[in-house]
């Protein structure tokens, strides 16, 4: 057992012995106890938990306004419908939401596209960036709700993909006294074991623990078990009835194994030889395809009220992480289409990060009309040095492997990262919004933010505009109208006269409607909209140096729903539906017409829940899901090389689910992929298309002290 197995276990069992003693002198809360507020409850297995409710608002849209009247499309993915689904990775949480499109070409990451575009690698977490390496994947059992801004966020959040991004919102202490503990266990060597303990010390303070041990296979051959261990401690003092401070810990310490992908002829493409299969490994098991990752956040979140009408917030972070990587990847396939030529690459990653977000948030009225308004200023500082070392890319080096009769031994030769190069980023960010409801029905919100960053050499200043309306149609229905725009940074892109490129833009029309009626039987989004990309970097046909020029443009335009339907206080029905066009309209080497990649026209995902409330077999649950996603391109298409590009064809696969909730404990067992369907989610070129995971099935047993 490794020296933090043992911290993490001596702070759990400390953890659990104290809640579970201070559990054991409190009243047994069966049906008909009454809460501190003293009402009486049921058990909680009699009715389903009420979704993302549309009267709330968005952690991440800053703005203290109900989602219903947001001028802006936002799916909330809650901590039920996460349990419900045993789901582990973010991307499986992803496809919850429409529009987007969850799963990469590598496993171990958390990639997933947004609108047509990809937005890997712009998660935040409690409203800042979580980690711009990319190399961790977020950890959702220390998360309460996952949230999905759609569209353009650059008036919020500066520097960002057009399409939107994913905040995730931590568990925080409560006011009460809980001890939840989980172990899981499944397919390929899948089982983990999980402690959420909340208790108040004194009247002022909460404290509350989040520890979790995970580890797994993979359905690859040759893949290393991952093991990932992960402490959040969160603390919450009430200094005084205006003030609160929140400090908030995360670490996550991982030894994975990462799989990596296949070439297109035998996967997606007819190949001579017969199909590769999906559990074929392209490395050398002497060698391991994986990384060393520790990361280490600490933060905090501060909040005061001056009046009703006038409060601050504050949250910061400092974070740091080291990444030790290896692996054997794909190079190029042989004429015969059976032969794959391989190289070794290790990458060596130390960085730092600190941000800080101000908000000042106001309430007021002028004349008949009502604001809530905030203005902020945020800063966030990004260290980073990281260095490659490559094995075989000239003369004698790694034996190419059969693809259809692997014969592993190949030794590798050792070698190591010699020199890491550093990467400085700034950002300073000034932001204001302002909610106007001019009347009962009629709202309009407006506002926008000025950035100043500096990528090592490159500087920037954009300001990026956000408006939009909202009318209510009847009580529980509005009707919106947005537009926004976006800026990203294109860092280590030049001219033929050595300046950096200037940014990336995105700039999108959205109408749509929002609903919540018959109390919460029917909620739910409607939207349209058009993004539009601007300022790619393209290739400089004037020259044939490694410079680039800004002529490229991208367009998707699309609809979307997302919807919970409430058919009995047992019974629901959780689906989204997404039609996604999304095209080159201007490139110097891309085809224009042609589709981005990864990107399926149309999409849907459904999942339904049924409880039996009463009775002998009361608690007894079932689940059923279905998703599917069209042919996607699977590679871009090249001016007078169209026949090289290829699609990933359209794929189907449905899970299900059955629990049993009685008292303090549950039951859980999943089943995802229920037809084992062969499947490829996603690419990047004929070289990289990673298989979709075949049929797994796992087993949760929670008890709730």
Not at 112 to 127: C, E, K, P, V, W
Not at 432 to 440: G, I
Request: charged share 20%.
């Amino acid at each position: 057992m490794t020296m933090f197995a043992r911290i993490l276990w001596s702070v759990g069992a400390t953890t659990a012995f104290g809640f579970a003693a201070t559990a054991a002198l409190a009243q047994d809360a069966s049906a008909g106890d009454v809460d501190e507020e003293g009402v009486e409850t049921l058990e909680a297995i009699t009715v389903l938990a009420k979704r993302h409710a549309m009267t709330r608002p968005a952690q991440g849209a800053k703005l203290p306004v109900a989602l219903i009247d947001l001028p802006q499309s936002v799916a909330i993915i809650d901590r039920e419908l996460l349990s419900d689904q045993n789901v582990v990775l973010l991307q499986d949480a992803l496809r919850n939401a429409g529009g987007v499109v969850p799963g990469g070409y590598f496993q171990g990451f958390d990639f997933y596209r947004i609108r047509g575009f990809d937005s890997s690698g712009f998660t935040f977490l409690d409203g800042l960036l979580a980690d711009q390496t990319f190399w961790t994947q977020e950890e959702l059992f220390g998360m309460e709700q996952v949230e999905v801004l759609k569209g353009p966020v650059s008036g919020l959040f500066g520097q960002s993909p057009a399409g939107g991004l994913v905040n995730l919102v931590s568990k925080r202490p409560k006011r009460e006294q809980f001890l939840h503990l989980e172990a899981s266990a499944g397919s390929y060597g899948y089982r983990d074991i999980g402690i959420d303990g909340n208790t108040q010390i004194g009247r002022s303070v909460a404290l509350r623990v989040n520890a979790l041990y995970r580890e797994h296979g993979s359905f690859v051959d040759n893949v290393a078990t991952a093991k990932r261990y992960f402490l959040a401690p969160a603390l919450t003092w009430d200094i005084g009835d205006a003030t609160h401070l929140t400090l908030l810990g995360q670490f996550i310490s991982e030894d994975t194994g990462i799989a990596q992908p296949l070439p297109a002829e035998g996967t997606v493409l007819p190949n001579p030889a017969g199909s590769i299969p999906r559990t074929r490994a392209i490395g050398e098991p002497a060698f391991r395809d994986g990384a060393d990752i520790e990361r280490r956040q600490a933060g905090w979140d501060f909040t005061h009220d001056f009046n009703d009408a006038l409060s601050f917030r504050q949250m910061a972070r400092a974070s740091a992480i080291d990444v030790d990587f290896q692996a054997i990847y794909p190079w190029y396939v042989d004429e015969d289409l059976r032969t794959m030529n391989r190289y070794a690459r290790k990458q060596k990653v130390e960085a730092k990060a600190y941000a800080v977000d101000n908000q000042l948030i106001a309430k007021l009225a002028t004349g008949s009309a009502r604001h809530t308004m905030v203005g902020g200023v945020d800063y966030y500082r990004f260290d980073q040095d990281q260095g490659f070392a490559y094995y075989s890319f000239s003369g004698p080096g790694l034996a190419p492997i059969d693809l259809f009769n692997p014969q592993y031994g190949t030794v590798v030769p050792d070698f190591s990262v010699r020199r890491l190069i550093p990467t400085r980023l700034k950002r300073v960010g000034a932001y204001f919004q302002d909610q106007v409801e001019l009347t009962e029905r009629f709202s309009v919100l407006f506002g926008g933010r000025y950035d100043w960053t500096e990528d090592n050499d490159a500087k920037d200043r954009k300001f990026t505009p956000r408006a939009g309306v909202t009318f209510k149609v009847v009580p529980g229905a509005n009707v919106f109208a947005s537009y926004a725009k976006s800026f990203q940074p294109q860092g280590g892109y030049v001219t033929a006269a050595g300046e950096p490129l200037p940014p990336e833009t995105g700039e999108q029309f959205e109408i749509g409607l929002k609903t919540e009626l018959f109390g919460d039987r029917l909620a739910g989004t409607i939207s349209i909209y058009q993004l539009t990309r601007q300022n790619l970097a393209t290739d400089d046909p004037n020259s044939e140096e490694y410079v680039f020029i800004t002529t490229g443009e991208q367009r998707s335009r699309g609809l979307e729903i997302d919807g919970v339907v409430r058919i009995t206080s047992t019974w629901e029905v959780i689906a989204n539906y997404s039609y996604t066009d999304a095209e080159i309209t201007r490139d110097n080497e891309l085809v224009v017409g042609s589709p981005t990649v990864n990107i399926p026209k149309n999409g849907f995902n459904v999942w339904t829940k049924y409880v039996i409330a009463d009775g002998l077999l009361r608690g007894l649950g079932f689940s059923a899901g279905v998703r599917h996603y069209s042919a996607q391109a699977g590679d871009l298409k090249y001016v007078g090389a169209e026949s090289d590009a290829f699609e990933l064809p359209s794929y189907t696969v449905c899970d299900a689910g059955v629990s049993y909730d009685r008292d303090r404990y549950t039951l859980r067992f999943n089943v995802n992929n229920l037809a084992d369907e062969d499947y490829f989610p996603a690419s990047y070129g004929r070289t990289f298309v990673m298989p979709g995971e075949p049929r797994t099935y796992r087993f949760g047993v929670s008890y709730d002290f």
